[in-house]
């Protein structure tokens, strides 16, 4: 922590009060703190506490500009956005989360957050109902896929007298999420340009119908965040898929396998390392109807051909260069050795094996389990752990690479 530029953003709520002792512990373990807050919580506690507990100016007006005595050029903004290492609001308020979720930035906590690139993390805390409306749970899960880092609150008594969760984190905890989001986010790929590709692809039968498989992209979007988070450049390219782009990234959208290959061609130039991630589809109907197929009276069944799709990662194998190549598998048998010999057939650089089974539902689940293999046979097996935690152990592979 020593010497790391933590920027706290308090707003209305209760436990405003507990963020003194946030303040007071950051202080001690030798990071450089500042503190925003919203006029509601300076309600709570007064700007006074926190200025003399980080010695900072405390910022809560849009309008003013702290660090220079010219009013009219404000850019605080963007000095704060540009200042943090990490950004952590607590308490977080169900207004302010669902600002945040919707880029509404009527005050200056809400316009840094949106101005910054850095980590962003969030401890809601209000009244339980508030916390489990479904509004709140969908604001969350919506930043939740953007990148942001949620701290779930603590159930115990509220300040309304009530039980349940919508507490603050305990000073510790909270300490602990940022020690650990600054140590995977140290910028150490800021100079890299990294290719992603997530989600399944879709070949379309007729109009309205498709093959398809069930992969979510949570994987292949964890990468492109954590990536992006550690300084990269990231371009991702996205089948069909309803998560949210995670913060600091390009998003191509495609639907079939050959768009994914097309936009994979045009934006691999110039690439330190690409990540195929996505579950590419290996076959593609014939012939696709042009209107939807309608079913047949007495018929029972209904043939349909198929054709292989292009291999774009063996496609990338051949054309290869400098450009670090990194590979998915999902096995369902021999899973080893059909991961080694993909890796070793496509003239690939490392192999993340996705074990899939009872154990390990890998589709829609935020928890996966892999092993890393690399083009000398060397296996690093992970245990099972969430996505993004498993995003930075592959990403800690490419680096060496790089």
């Given at each position: ?8 953003g ?23 703190v500042?503190v ?24 809560s ?40 979720a ?22 809601p805390?209000?009244d ?36 349940g ?55 292949g979007f964890?990468?492109?965040?954590a ?5 990269a ?11 949210e ?19 994979v ?45 292009r ?34 057939k ?12 009872k ?19 060397k ?13 930075n ?7 060496k690479?790089l």
């Amino acid at each position: 922590m020593r010497g790391r530029h933590v920027l706290v953003g308090i707003t209305g709520g209760i436990a405003a009060y507990k963020v003194g002792y946030l303040v007071r512990d950051l202080i001690k373990s030798g990071a450089e703190v500042k503190v925003m807050m919203t006029e509601s919580a300076t309600r709570f506690v007064a700007p006074l506490t926190f200025s003399v507990l980080s010695k900072n100016p405390v910022y809560s007006d849009l309008w003013t500009n702290n660090q220079t005595s010219n009013p009219d050029i404000s850019t605080q903004h963007v000095d704060l956005a540009n200042w943090a290492d990490v950004l952590v609001i607590a308490p977080a308020s169900a207004n302010t989360i669902a600002k945040l979720a919707y880029g509404i930035s009527d005050n200056l906590l809400a316009v840094v957050a949106l101005a910054t690139t850095r980590p962003i993390i969030l401890a809601p805390t209000m009244d339980a109902e508030m916390y489990l409306n479904q509004v709140t749970q969908n604001n969350l899960v919506t930043l939740k896929e953007r990148g942001y880092i949620i701290l779930d609150p603590p159930k115990g008594e509220l300040a309304s007298g009530l039980s349940g969760p919508g507490r603050l984190p305990e000073i510790k905890v909270i300490i602990e999420a940022i020690e650990n989001v600054l140590s995977q986010s140290y910028q150490d790929l800021k100079s890299k340009r990294i290719l992603i590709t997530a989600g399944p692809t879709y070949e379309a039968i007729d109009p309205v119908r498709f093959v398809g498989n069930r992969s979510s992209g949570k994987m292949g979007f964890a990468i492109a965040n954590a990536a992006a988070l550690r300084g990269a450049k990231v371009t991702l390219i996205a089948g069909p898929t309803h998560l949210e782009t995670p913060r600091n990234v390009t998003r191509i959208d495609v639907e079939s396998a050959e768009e994914m290959l097309e936009a994979v061609l045009s934006n691999v130039k110039k690439t330190d390392a690409v990540v195929m991630a996505a579950a590419v589809a290996d076959y593609r109907p014939v012939n696709p109807a042009r209107q939807k197929i309608k079913k047949q009276a007495g018929s029972k069944t209904m043939d349909l051909q198929l054709e292989t799709t292009r291999d774009i990662l063996a496609e990338l194998g051949r054309k290869k260069r400098t450009t670090a190549l990194i590979g998915f598998a999902l096995e369902t048998n021999d899973e080893i050795a059909n991961a080694k010999e993909k890796l070793r057939k496509k003239n690939l650089d490392l192999i993340v094996l996705n074990s899939f089974g009872k154990k390990n539902q890998v589709f829609g689940s935020n928890l996966n389990t892999v092993a890393i293999i690399d083009k000398h046979g060397k296996i690093e097996q992970l245990p099972i752990m969430p996505k993004f935690e498993a995003a930075n152990k592959i990403l800690n592979r490419i680096k060496k690479i790089l």
